[in-house]
């Protein structure tokens, strides 16, 4: 069975930085994308950031970038979200994805196949 488990949420003040971090198990993601997505109350799930197996692509939200960066390793199964310079709109409930086949479109929930079961992050102004 397919587990993502994501770790390292909490409440940071404004301007803080935490890391998150997704450990995948039950089967080789060889191959698999990765992707983390976020969701505020009351609104839908959004991308975040996402990386292909390979490392040699990576994508961001535009409210994001230059902020969070996505790693990961292919030895361990896991994949980060370093998250810096936090703000309160970045609050939100965030999930780890993995996809295969690689998605056509990155930035949609329904291009992934397994979910975590996410972990909260509260920014505080």
């Known amino acids: 069975q397919v587990q993502l488990v994501e770790s390292g949420g909490g409440l940071v003040q404004a301007g803080g930085t935490l890391r998150l971090s997704c450990a995948a198990s039950?089967?080789?993601?060889?191959?698999?994308?990765m992707g983390w997505f976020r969701q505020a109350p009351g609104k839908e799930r959004e991308f975040v950031a996402a990386?292909?197996?390979?490392?040699?692509?990576?994508y961001y939200a535009d409210s994001v970038k230059g902020r969070f960066t996505i790693s990961r390793d292919n030895v361990k199964n896991t994949v980060d979200l370093q998250m810096n310079s936090l703000k309160p709109e970045d609050t939100a409930v965030y999930y780890c994805a993995a996809a295969w086949p690689p998605p056509v479109v990155y930035t949609t929930p329904r291009e992934y196949r397994y979910w975590g079961q996410g972990t909260q992050v509260t920014v505080s102004s």
């Open positions: 039950g089967r080789t993601f060889s191959g698999y994308a």
């Open positions: 990386r292909t197996w390979s490392g040699r692509s990576t």
